[in-house]
């Protein structure tokens, strides 16, 4: 049985034959150009789903012909990345800083390489901002106060070697424990106490200072000189100035005459590579202090 169509007589276009109190629902058809774009999107999706990655599996997905992966093309890019580091680290270890051209794309490149190996391996001892601990021996790094020397080439010695650390040419010299070990009586020890107190400019007491002026020269002046200004040969520290391994007051000097306390900083040729630890020379050198 065919059905008469039923034309609207106002718009000429068919009903779909419902009728309300006389109104009735017209059939408008989709415009042509919506159509297409519907269908093309379907074919779209289809390609797609064949091409692409698509469908979640138990374990996996479907793969799609052409294989595409985020992950690859992330491992693919970090592999360039990792390729371009090598090639700078390479530049890195042959490059005398001050020479040749390249200069600066090398020293910013080093920077930002020894500033995160820094935050890395350093910063607990010497602090975020490589400003020390004052008071447990871990030195301030961005001043020009330098035990062992602080040009590049000897701040990357310090962290091939280590200070007092295992290596096997390690940097090396320990102040004796006067007290502990009783090589110097107490009021031997005091008067030192004094004479680091004036070498410091600090209130002592000038007569014993006096007395152990012959002491000091005969068993301090070999590290920390004569003059009380230290010597690099053996990491002595300055005792003239106002920076402190273990603090400048009357109690922490005496303290550190009784028990020398040779603080331990790890050799890193085992656990950096060298360019890591030449970077992390340049990074230190540039802290402020560099030589
Ligand atoms: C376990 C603690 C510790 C860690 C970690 C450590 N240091 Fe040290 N560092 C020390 C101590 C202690 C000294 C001072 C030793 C002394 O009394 O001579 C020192 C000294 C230094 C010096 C010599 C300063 C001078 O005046 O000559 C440099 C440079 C240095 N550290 C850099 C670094 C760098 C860079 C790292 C990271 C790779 C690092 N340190 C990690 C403890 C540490
Ligand atoms: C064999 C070398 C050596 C001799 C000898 C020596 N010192 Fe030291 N002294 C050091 C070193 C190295 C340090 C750095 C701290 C440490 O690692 O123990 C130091 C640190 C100090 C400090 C602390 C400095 C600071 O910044 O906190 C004082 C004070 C001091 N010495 C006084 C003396 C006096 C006084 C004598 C002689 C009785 C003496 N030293 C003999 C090597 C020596």
């Known amino acids: 049985m065919t059905k008469k ?17 006389g109104i009735k629902e017209l059939n408008t058809p989709l415009p042509r ?30 793969a ?22 090598q090639d700078m680290a390479k530049r890195l270890l042959d490059w005398t800083p001050g020479a040749g051209p390249k200069d600066d794309e090398l020293r ?27 008071g447990l ?6 001043d020009d106060i330098w035990l062992w020397g602080g040009t590049i080439a000897d701040i990357e010695k310090t962290l091939v070697v280590g200070i ?13 424990a006067y007290g502990k070990d009783g090589l110097l009586k ?22 014993a200072a006096a007395s152990v002026e012959a002491i000091f020269k005969e068993q301090c002046a070999q590290c920390h000189a004569e003059t009380g200004k230290g010597l690099r040969e053996f990491g002595g520290p300055n005792l003239t100035d106002a920076e402190w391994l273990y603090g400048g007051s009357r109690e922490a000097i005496r303290t550190q005459i009784i028990n020398g306390r040779a603080g331990v900083m790890p050799s890193w040729s085992g656990r950096l590579d060298p360019a890591t630890i030449k970077a992390l020379a340049v990074y230190v050198h540039s802290l402020g202090g560099g030589e």
């Not at 693919?76 to 371009?84: E, F």
């Not at 020894?114 to 607990?124: M, V």
């Not at 030192?192 to 209130?203: D, F, I, P, W």
Request: glycine letters at 10%.
């Open 5 to 21: 169509k039923d034309i609207d007589s106002h718009s000429g276009t068919e009903t779909t034959g419902h009728e309300w109190d």
């Open 33 to 62: 150009w919506w159509l297409w774009i519907f269908y093309a999107s379907i074919a779209w999706s289809i390609g797609y789903w064949v091409a692409m990655p698509a469908w979640p599996l138990i374990s996996g997905y479907t």
């Open 64 to 85: 799609g012909i052409l294989g595409y992966s985020q992950r690859a093309e992330v491992i693919a890019s970090l592999a360039d990345l990792n390729a371009g580091r």
């Open 108 to 134: 910013d490149f080093a920077f930002a390489m020894g500033k995160a190996a820094f935050g890395d391996n350093c910063a607990t001892c010497h602090g975020a901002g490589a400003q020390g601990a004052p």
């Open 137 to 142: 021996g871990y030195p301030n790094l961005n």
């Open 164 to 176: 007092r650390s295992t290596h096997p040419e390690t940097r090396n010299s320990k102040m004796p």
């Open 186 to 207: 107490p009021e031997e020890i005091n008067g030192l106490t004094e004479l680091v107190l004036k070498l410091s400019g600090q209130a002592h007491d000038p007569t």
